[in-house]
């Protein structure tokens, strides 16, 4: 994270409901926020933004927090607000429909993991983002359907419906059998309910 975001949760300027033992939580919940905020934009610095907007806005609004409720849940559901927000405001901008500018910034990976890895980020993000998001809440972050379901902001059993549609969708464009190899990454065994 950088020294900005850090320094934003510094104690001189303390709002309302933020104190030490929130800044320690704030500070420790980066990582998961980090690897959520990439699973939705892909880009490393579109998705440190994210982290660092959703640290600050968590911490002014300490107050609205209710202790001993789930931290993690409630700075997930920040972040993706955050992120359809800027989705919102970004649709005036041009795409690139045909892949030809993305194309230019690959480099074919040299390891078979790396490759295999690769091939899972391109079929995910063929995904929608409501099935992607979900599959990322349950399959890689190892929420529970529950907790997945208030983060997005929706019943139980459309979580449940997003996760099965992404994972039946995931095998079939990366060509795997019922029973059949999903790699060797945990974020791939996991986002297809592998071992």
């Given at each position: 994270m950088?020294?900005i975001?850090?320094?934003?949760?510094a104690?001189s300027?303390?709002?309302?409901?933020?104190?030490?033992e929130?800044?320690?939580?704030l500070?420790g919940?980066?990582?998961?926020l980090?690897?959520?905020?990439?699973?939705?934009?892909?880009?490393?610095d579109?998705s440190?933004?994210l982290?660092?907007?959703?640290?600050v806005?968590?911490w002014?609004?300490?107050?609205?927090f209710?202790?001993g409720?789930?931290?993690?849940?409630w700075?997930?559901?920040i972040l993706?607000?955050?992120?359809?927000?800027?989705?919102?405001?970004r649709?005036?901008?041009v795409e690139?429909v045909d892949g030809?500018?993305a194309?230019?910034?690959?480099?074919?990976?040299?390891?078979?993991v790396?490759?295999e890895?690769?091939?899972?980020?391109?079929a995910l993000?063929?995904?929608?983002y409501?099935q992607?998001?979900?599959?990322?809440l349950?399959?890689?972050q190892?929420?529970?359907y529950?907790?997945a379901a208030?983060?997005?902001?929706?019943?139980?059993g459309?979580?449940?419906?997003?996760?099965?549609?992404?994972?039946?969708?995931?095998?079939e464009?990366?060509g795997?059998e019922k029973?059949?190899?999903?790699?060797?990454?945990?974020m791939?065994r996991?986002?297809l309910?592998?071992?």
């Open positions: 950088t020294p975001a850090i320094a934003t949760l104690p300027s303390t709002p309302p409901g933020a104190d030490a929130m800044r320690s939580l500070l919940a980066i990582p998961a980090r690897a959520f905020a990439y699973s939705l934009t892909y880009d490393l579109r440190d933004d982290v660092q907007d959703t640290l806005r968590a002014t609004k300490a107050d609205s209710q202790r409720t789930n931290l993690t849940a700075l997930f559901t993706r607000n955050l992120f359809y927000s800027e989705l919102r405001k649709k005036r901008e690139d030809v500018m194309g230019k910034l690959t480099s074919l990976p040299e390891q078979e790396q490759l890895l690769r091939e899972f980020q391109d993000n063929l995904l929608p409501s992607r998001e979900a599959l990322v349950v399959g890689a190892s929420f529970t529950e907790e208030e983060i997005c902001g929706v019943a139980v459309t979580v449940k419906s997003r996760v099965s549609r992404a994972r039946l969708r995931l095998t464009v990366l795997i029973g059949g190899e999903i790699g060797a990454d945990a791939t996991a986002a309910g592998g071992p």
